[in-house]
Antibody, heavy 121, light 106 residues
Framework: EVQLVESGGGLVQPGGSLRLSCAAS????????MSWVRQAPGKGLEWVSA????????YYADSVKGRFTIFRDNSKNALFLQMNSLRAEDTALYYC??????????????WGRGTMVIVSS | DIQLTQSPSSLSASVGDSITITCQAS??????LNWYQQRPGKAPRLLIY???TLETGVPSRFSGSGSGTDFTFTISSLQPEDIATYYC????????FGPGTKVDIK
């Protein structure tokens, strides 16, 4: 079964850091681009960041560029999001998603259940 | 950034009705447009990719069409389990999502 399981969310103060993890199983992890998509409480979906299957290419939304870093460990089938300089507006449910094809970014065909990040003092 | 607008923002229809949601892009995105369903409390689910291709396992009552800047999403016979918010998403450039359309049953 294809599965993505996120972890690492929690309560953090403004300006703090957090690292999210995503454990993947059931597919050839290094063949697919992976992304993080977030959803603030009661709001819509916002794509955050993506990384190609090889890890050679990374992409970021303007809202997180320079603060967040996406990386992956293909030997462990894991995706990560290092979040620094966190702001209240980063409060959201963060989903790990799998790309539909070998392209860097296209459709997101598999989603995890998400991990909640709350930035508050 | 490419902006996506969806209309309506919400709708209420009866079981068996056909409903249509539109998604308009701020510039030409060819057919790089996907549709997702998000049921309450659940993660989104991919329904249609590349504007009109049905994802594996998705019921045939769901369909999509369009290219360029104007796209439509249709549920041909609304079912109770279709209560959800529907999002369009483009990937002609860095991905963006539409604001969503909330679908309810009368």
């Amino acid at each position: 079964e294809v599965q993505l399981v996120e972890s690492g969310g929690g309560l953090v103060q403004p300006g703090g850091s957090l690292r999210l993890s995503c454990a993947a199983s059931g597919f050839t992890f290094n063949s697919y681009a992976m992304s993080w998509v977030r959803q603030a409480p009661g709001k819509g979906l916002e794509w955050v960041s993506a990384m190609s299957g090889s890890g050679g290419s990374t992409y970021y939304a303007d809202s997180v560029k320079g603060r967040f870093t996406i990386f992956r460990d293909n030997s462990k089938n894991a995706l990560f999001l290092q979040m620094n300089s966190l702001r209240a507006e980063d409060t959201a449910l963060y989903y790990c998603t799998k790309g539909l094809t070998l392209m860097a970014i296209d459709a997101f065909d598999i989603w995890g259940r998400g991990t909640m990040v709350i930035v508050s003092s | 950034d490419i902006q996506l607008t969806q209309s309506p923002s919400s709708l209420s229809a009866s079981v068996g009705d056909s409903i249509t949601i539109t998604c308009q892009a701020s510039q030409d995105i060819s057919d790089y447009l996907n549709w997702y369903q998000q049921r309450p409390g659940k993660a989104p689910r991919l329904l249609i990719y590349d504007a009109s291709t049905l994802e594996t396992g998705v019921p045939s009552r769901f369909s999509g069409s369009g290219s360029g800047t104007d796209f439509t999403f249709t549920i041909s016979s609304l079912q109770p389990e279709d209560i959800a918010t529907y999002y369009c998403q483009q990937y002609d450039s860095l991905p963006t999502f539409g604001p969503g359309t909330k679908v309810d049953i009368k």
